[in-house]
């Protein structure tokens, strides 16, 4: 790696160092930064020689087309290409890098084209640091492997067209910019970092999973991780520059409203002091959503925190909604009356006769959860200290198993207008259900929440956000099963596409008729079962016979298995009685199963019969 730069400011270009010609002859070099310099004088005339280059930087350096040509062709291994700041040239044109994967440009107004032909190249940093002039015209019609596209300047004419297979992109708006339109069928992240207003932004984009909306200023580098949840879902994490009030909720209901159907919301906010939604719209019907996530900040009221609540119930109708609350922030008795007035809130967009919910707790600093059934208990258990805690509240209908009844009849003629009638969901015949199948479907409700109490406890914190809003244990089950069996199955399946045989269509039919003949199983805990447990360390890449290991249950050793030696020597001292010696020697071979075994003995130390 050669890292060559002088300090000299970009006004004073005559004290810049200029780059001795013998660099260009380097073959062996892998990594170039040239920095605050000027290129080589021989550099247009001299062959350049930078055959295992794969890392090229320039950062502040006088170019020309040519020279930017000149020094890319002569890359053959580039991988990596940064391109910072530099100036004298009006188009930016790399061809023929086949190995070429990644790259950022810095470029300023006098820019005015981009293309690139690299047919491996999947990650495109672009910022426009002047954000001065119409963006540049961008050709990239050759990569078909750029899934990944940051961008910073006023805006992309249009993704479909120059990038036809983007699947994230990061973009970051100046201050200016007051209307943005996104259209692409292949983007599945879209991170926006912009002060446009919610009901300005216009996204078309059907496969979209994850929308994000910050106010953290950064670029994802090529090789970060995005967990892309499995629903889409939007996030809104802005604390520093955006405030919420009653106006932004409107907004946020209008752009819900939109092409996407959002299943999630996480909303990380600061909070103004709100006013109550205004009347001639306080009848637009909530938003369906799965689960709504709420971290509010810089609020010094319990009033304001639960008008935010009021808002956002107002703007979302979830199944579930976490509440991750700072403890610190208000006294206790309030934390207590917000957590009331939020289940409050949220039975009411319910029939509330048949709807209960129940409560998570876990801590921000631990991955320990509590299971709440009801409300009482729940608030015996917040914390007193000053922590951050996650409180989900999680609407289910009671009495599952009068979901099976039937609907009963109800006439068009009976009932008045504008009334629709009850569902058979909505439990009619719930009236005339005696004592006895009251108490048995109160009964099943309790153990089917117990049971599922029990599933979650052992997820993990991602699984748990996916499979938390199953309501019955049954619903959960089945979709464990269907996701991990169905995967495996389908994941061994997957390598023979090519060329099945009757064995891989033998083991498609077993697939589906596991399926179709476990429908309606379950799990059933029925206390804590003792557990036997075996460990080994069995080595099956030098010899299958050669281990050792230990069978136990609940922790008590109930057998070793006996570890293979070749040969064993054992010399005692210092017993008295042939017993003592004996168990020696029975310890010994319960320990190990030797081929020989050799007893060094002193005659002197018991009689010849012992």
Sequence with gaps: MLVVGCLAHVSHPRQRYRVPNILLTATSLTSLTLSYCLLPLS?????VKFKCLKLLCLEWITLNEDAIKRLTTSCPLLEELIVKSCYGFKRLCVYGLLNLQQVSFCFGPEVERIEIDAPNLCYLCLND??????PPSINLASCKKLTRVCYQGKGLADLSSNFPFLEDLFLVLPDECERLNVSSHSLRTFMLHSKCELDKINVDAPNLLLFGFTDHLRFYSPKETILVPSKACIEWDCTDDHSINDHWFQKLRQFLDKKIRFKELKLHICVDPIVSIKSEVIQWPPIEFDHVELEAEWFEYKSMYELVVDSLLWCCRPQSLTLII????LKFEEWES?????????????????TNIQFVMSSSSSKDKMNFSDLSTLLKALPRDESKQRITFIKYRSCSRSRKRKPSKVSESNRDDGIRPFRWWKFQALAKETLVESCECLKFENDDFIRRGHILNAMLDPLLDVYQNYPTTRE?????EEQFFTEDATRRLSRHTSSPGKEHWDVVNRVFRYLKKTMDYG???SGDPSVLEGYTDASWITDQEDYG???SIESEVIQWLPIELDHIELEAEWFKYKDMYKLVADSLLWCCRPQSLTLIIDFSLLDFEE
Aim: aromatic share 12%.
């Design 129 to 134: 640091f002047y954000e001065t002039g119409a």
């Design 523 to 525: 799990l059933e805990y």
């Design 476 to 480: 959960l089950w089945k979709a464990l």
């Design 43 to 47: 550099l247009m005339v001299d062959v």
């Design 326 to 329: 700072d403890f610190s922030l």
């Design 338 to 354: 917000v957590v009331k007035h939020t289940h409050k809130k949220l039975l009411e967009q319910e029939d509330q006769a048949h």
């Design 549 to 551: 290991g230990i069978v």
